[in-house]
T-cell receptor, first 113, second 113 residues
């Protein structure tokens, strides 16, 4: 089955800096890569996703890049703000009607004012 | 309002006392899933369901049961809870499996003593 590795496990940045979280996956059949944000005490929520026919996707201050050859994808957050502090999970899903999401172990991002 | 609900939100129980955590969604989603979240281990899938009467094991199914008799409900059953099942549990639903946004419930914090 799919295996997703996520790094780093914790990341501390100053407000206004950029943050990058990286994930690798094992199943070359995976073609959907979402990122979820989980604020303290709350449920995970989708913030951005990318599919294998696209190399990069942006949504305001967040972007995701995908390198299918190397089997890795990354989340980039620019101009970080304290409200970006949360745990971020990457995930991967193979194609097919009976596929499920496999999550990475998560990255705790701390943005200091 | 489109939502996934779980009950109870908090539960403290003793070893061996059967319990059920309910999950319900009002979005007519076909796919539903249960995850457990433990520090440092991320979100691990317990069971999932592609549709009514169709369920399958995830990565950590031991000690759990599920059923899907109606499309909207997907209860998680612990027939004989043990302390290693102390965890934060999330139910999630989506339009389909794989490449669809998963909507998470608010979580159930379970402690087994």
């Amino acid at each position: 089955g799919e295996n997703v590795e996520q790094h780093p496990s914790t990341l501390s940045v100053q407000e206004g800096d950029s943050a990058v979280i990286k994930c690798t996956y094992s199943d070359s059949a995976s073609n959907y890569f979402p990122w979820y944000k989980q604020e303290l005490g709350k449920r995970p929520q989708l913030i951005i996703d990318i599919r294998s026919n696209v190399g990069e996707k942006k949504d305001q201050r967040i972007a995701v890049t995908l390198n299918k050859t190397a089997k890795h994808f990354s989340l980039h957050i620019t101009e970080t703000q304290p409200e970006d502090s949360a745990v971020y999970f990457c995930a991967a899903s193979p194609r097919g009607g009976y596929s499920t999401l496999t999550f990475g172990k998560g990255t705790m991002l701390l943005v200091s004012p | 309002e489109a939502q996934v609900t779980q009950n109870p939100r908090y539960l403290i129980t003793v070893t061996g006392k059967k319990l059920t955590v309910t999950c319900s969604q009002n979005m007519n989603h076909e796919y539903m899933s249960w995850y457990r979240q433990d520090p440092g281990l991320g979100l691990r899938q317990i069971y999932y369901s592609m549709n009514v009467e169709v369920t399958d094991k995830g990565d950590v199914p031991e000690g759990y049961k599920v059923s899907r008799k109606e499309k909207r409900n997907f209860p998680l059953i612990l027939e004989s809870p043990s302390p290693n099942q102390t965890s934060l549990y999330f139910c999630a639903s989506s339009l389909g499996s794989g490449a669809y946004e998963q909507y998470f419930g608010p979580g159930t914090r379970l402690t087994v003593t």
